[in-house]
């Protein structure tokens, strides 16, 4: 398979920094899995992932002008679709019901405390609607 941004390609993992894993590639190409492309979770230590001589299937995600490779090790795992459309569209409309109630309950205690300012000012200025 050819070198190409998108493929997923095997490689074998030849060395390990503090961010990332170097992965070297048909072709006798090489690239950098950066830390936060390891895997799905936090990683802190890629060590806790990756050995030297790993086989490992990466994603290619882009080649910069000066021929540096950047892969992807989760992106390259395919993942089944969690939620159909149904169910997406009911959370959805709850989404929207509850951030209407948010906003309604924020306007109504925005007021509330715009009136309260205003009182209190108007009756330390003297101003008209003071109290007397």
Do not use: C, W
């Not at 060395?15 to 830390?35: C, N």
């Not at 002008?65 to 395919?78: C, P």
């Not at 924020?106 to 101003?127: H, Y």
Request: charged fraction near 40%.
């Amino acid at each position: 398979m050819s070198i190409e941004v998108g493929n997923k390609l095997k490689g074998k993992v030849t060395g390990i920094k503090k961010f990332g894993a170097f992965v070297e590639l048909p072709e006798g190409k090489s690239g950098l899995v950066h830390i936060s492309e390891v895997a799905d979770n936090y990683v802190e230590n890629v060590e806790d992932h990756l050995s030297v001589g790993d086989e490992v299937e990466v994603k290619l995600l882009s080649i910069a002008d000066d021929g540096k490779i950047s892969l992807s090790i989760k992106k390259a795992k395919d993942r089944p679709r969690r939620h159909n459309r149904r169910s997406h569209h009911r959370s959805s409309q709850n989404k929207e019901a509850d951030f209407e109630k948010k906003l309604s309950n924020f306007l109504k205690d925005s007021e509330d405390k715009l009136t309260t300012i205003k009182r209190q000012t108007e009756s330390r200025r003297g101003g008209r609607g003071a109290r007397r």
